[in-house]
């Protein structure tokens, strides 16, 4: 079945609302597909230009960010993170709860630093996937998403003891403000979006980008897709911009950004990171520690999911690895990651491949998405 047949019989099913899907190597593109509709209520139609609320898929250019200051030294992977971020100088650890509720804590046994961050083993988690951490933060809750405040919060482990899916990403942004001496969007828009020609992504959506935006859809229990307004990474009113998912982007976009990675921080001319750091980037850093499975709270906006169940993956500093290959197709030590509104991309640098499908629906690991995704990824290494 072509890729062109998978999405518009999936669309007809009623399975998605509509999807745009891109295969590339270190050439060029190599093919855009895209069926359906990225407005059902208007009418209008899935286009490959269309732009997407990326969500976590803005952590890998985040982890780029950081990567390009520290090979400027302006950041260091190992050192203690709270001298550049006083908020994270003296960091504590849930130690369990008082019979009335109330949080016990514990200094942590280690600082945490930017590798820490990067890797997801900082202990920070996200309170729709981890109950301790939303528990600690008492009845009245917490801060209000988008805060600085909301980020502020006591760890689930000591640094670098187990890989937990969270809020670490977006401590590495501000890092990147106060390293560079700019915000976060001025950084992203001359040091990447800019050099990389990536015309469609941002943190503030422009009129004209306004008119090729997918409508964000929810499922409900009755299987059915309806409208559901939310900006994922706080929107425009954000105190802070979200670097672990506040950013909008567009399937051709992003595919210059996944093909700069794929070509070893260069594209079309531009370097973007140098070739060491990519490698550095794309090997697991975390040791014995496994990598990838999420747990949720609250599974309208996320399902449990582990993209490897069966493999003990890895971690870079920014990625997913998958040491074996994968089921679908791709080779041993490819890199991926996702977004929570069902956008995923995947990184294969032995077989040349860089793969991105995006839909924009809740919640995450949505079984129709992955079973769309997957089917792409397999007729993606059949053309091959």
């Given at each position: 079945?072509?890729?062109?047949?998978?999405?518009?019989?999936?669309?007809?099913?009623?399975?998605?609302?509509?999807?745009?899907?891109?295969?590339?190597?270190?050439?060029?593109?190599?093919?855009?597909?895209?069926?359906?509709?990225?407005?059902?209520?208007?009418?209008?139609?899935?286009?490959?230009?269309?732009?997407?609320?990326?969500?976590?898929?803005?952590?890998?250019?985040?982890?780029?960010?950081?990567?390009?200051?520290?090979?400027?030294?302006?950041?260091?992977?190992?050192?203690?993170?709270?001298?550049?971020?006083?908020?994270?100088?003296?960091?504590?650890?849930?130690?369990?709860?008082?019979?009335?509720?109330?949080?016990?804590?514990?200094?942590a046994t280690r600082a945490i630093t930017l590798r820490h961050l990067l890797t997801h083993t900082s202990g920070f988690g996200y309170e729709f996937m981890n109950a301790d951490m939303l528990r600690a933060r008492g009845p009245a809750g917490g801060p209000p998403p988008g805060t600085k405040a909301a980020l502020v919060?006591?760890?689930?482990?000591?640094?670098?003891?187990?890989?937990?899916?969270?809020?670490?990403?977006?401590?590495?942004?501000?890092?990147?403000?106060?390293?560079?001496?700019?915000?976060?969007?001025?950084?992203?828009?001359?040091?990447?979006?800019?050099?990389?020609?990536?015309?469609?992504?941002?943190?503030?959506?422009?009129?004209?980008?306004?008119?090729?935006?997918?409508?964000?859809?929810?499922?409900?229990?009755?299987?059915?897709?309806?409208?559901?307004?939310?900006?994922?990474g706080g929107g425009p009113e954000a105190e802070v911009l979200s670097a672990g998912g506040g950013l909008y982007s567009s399937g051709p976009d992003y595919m210059r950004f996944l093909r700069m990675i794929l070509n070893d921080g260069s594209l079309d001319g531009i370097t973007i990171l140098k070739s060491e750091t990519?490698?550095?980037?794309?090997?697991?850093?975390?040791?014995?520690?496994?990598?990838?499975?999420?747990?949720?709270?609250?599974?309208?906006?996320?399902?449990?999911?582990?993209?490897?169940?069966?493999?003990?993956?890895?971690?870079?500093?920014?990625?997913?690895?998958?040491?074996?290959?994968?089921?679908?197709?791709?080779?041993?030590?490819?890199?991926?990651?996702?977004?929570?509104?069902?956008?995923?991309?995947?990184?294969?640098?032995?077989?040349?491949?860089?793969?991105?499908?995006?839909?924009?629906?809740?919640?995450?690991?949505?079984?129709?998405?992955?079973?769309?995704?997957?089917?792409?990824?397999?007729?993606?290494?059949?053309?091959?």
């Amino acid at each position: 079945m072509t890729i062109d047949t998978l999405l518009s019989e999936a669309v007809k099913s009623g399975s998605i609302a509509g999807a745009a899907a891109f295969i590339g190597n270190q050439a060029g593109v190599i093919s855009t597909h895209a069926a359906g509709f990225r407005d059902v209520a208007s009418g209008a139609a899935m286009t490959p230009d269309t732009v997407f609320q990326i969500a976590s898929m803005t952590k890998a250019i985040t982890s780029v960010a950081a990567m390009q200051l520290v090979e400027r030294g302006l950041l260091s992977l190992d050192a203690p993170i709270g001298d550049l971020l006083p908020d994270l100088a003296d960091p504590h650890v849930i130690d369990g709860f008082e019979e009335g509720g109330a949080v016990i804590l514990r200094p942590a046994t280690r600082a945490i630093t930017l590798r820490h961050l990067l890797t997801h083993t900082s202990g920070f988690g996200y309170e729709f996937m981890n109950a301790d951490m939303l528990r600690a933060r008492g009845p009245a809750g917490g801060p209000p998403p988008g805060t600085k405040a909301a980020l502020v919060s006591p760890l689930l482990f000591d640094p670098g003891e187990r890989w937990e899916y969270g809020i670490s990403t977006d401590w590495v942004g501000l890092a990147v403000e106060a390293a560079s001496g700019r915000s976060l969007d001025a950084y992203f828009d001359a040091e990447i979006f800019e050099p990389l020609g990536m015309i469609d992504t941002g943190f503030f959506v422009t009129d004209v980008v306004t008119s090729r935006r997918a409508t964000l859809q929810l499922r409900g229990e009755d299987g059915a897709l309806t409208p559901f307004s939310v900006e994922i990474g706080g929107g425009p009113e954000a105190e802070v911009l979200s670097a672990g998912g506040g950013l909008y982007s567009s399937g051709p976009d992003y595919m210059r950004f996944l093909r700069m990675i794929l070509n070893d921080g260069s594209l079309d001319g531009i370097t973007i990171l140098k070739s060491e750091t990519v490698s550095d980037m794309s090997r697991n850093q975390i040791g014995d520690i496994r990598a990838g499975a999420m747990a949720t709270i609250n599974p309208m906006f996320a399902l449990a999911n582990d993209p490897f169940p069966d493999q003990h993956s890895g971690w870079g500093l920014g990625f997913l690895i998958n040491p074996e290959r994968g089921p679908y197709g791709r080779a041993a030590g490819s890199l991926s990651w996702a977004g929570i509104a069902n956008t995923y991309y995947w990184i294969d640098p032995a077989s040349d491949i860089a793969g991105l499908i995006m839909m924009q629906h809740l919640p995450f690991g949505d079984p129709a998405a992955l079973e769309l995704y997957a089917a792409f990824e397999r007729a993606v290494y059949d053309l091959k």
